[in-house]
């Protein structure tokens, strides 16, 4: 029972952390950003994020932005510079890189393959 109890704690925790993802990814990419507004360490929050999906915090955070960014990318004519400003890049060649090392292509491929 102990066991259940603690399986069903991270899964709260998973559930809250993913609507956090959808309020802040855009601005916040930090571990310890989310962990502090769960009110758990970074550790724990990863091994939470592992426990339910065998994927690091990191990666969740990215996937949630790289989907972000694409539908930035789809739906609106906002130039690449001005998408890189809006997520909190420091620079567009940043911006470009990570997308780029995120999924094979750079932005402007992916938005001209749409």
């Known amino acids: 029972k102990e066991q259940l109890e603690g399986a069903?704690?991270?899964?709260?925790?998973?559930k809250k952390f993913v609507g956090l993802i959808h309020?802040?990814?855009?601005e916040q990419r930090d571990v310890?950003?989310?962990a502090e507004k769960l009110c758990i360490s970074p550790r724990y929050l990863s091994e939470v994020t592992r426990?339910?999906?065998?994927?690091?915090?990191k990666k969740i955070i990215d996937e949630f932005l790289i989907l972000e960014i694409k539908v930035l990318l789809q739906?609106?004519?906002?130039?690449?510079k001005e998408i890189a400003e809006r997520c909190r890049f420091p620079d567009q060649s940043l911006f470009g890189r990570y997308f780029?090392?995120?999924?094979?292509?750079?932005?402007?491929?992916?938005?001209?393959k749409v």
């Open 100 to 112: 780029k090392k995120h999924t094979g292509m750079s932005p402007k491929e992916f938005r001209e």
């Open 51 to 57: 426990s339910v999906t065998k994927h690091s915090t």
């Open 8 to 14: 069903d704690r991270k899964s709260q925790l998973f």
């Open 75 to 80: 739906t609106t004519n906002l130039s690449l």
């Open 23 to 26: 309020t802040h990814c855009i």
């Open 32 to 34: 310890s950003f989310y």
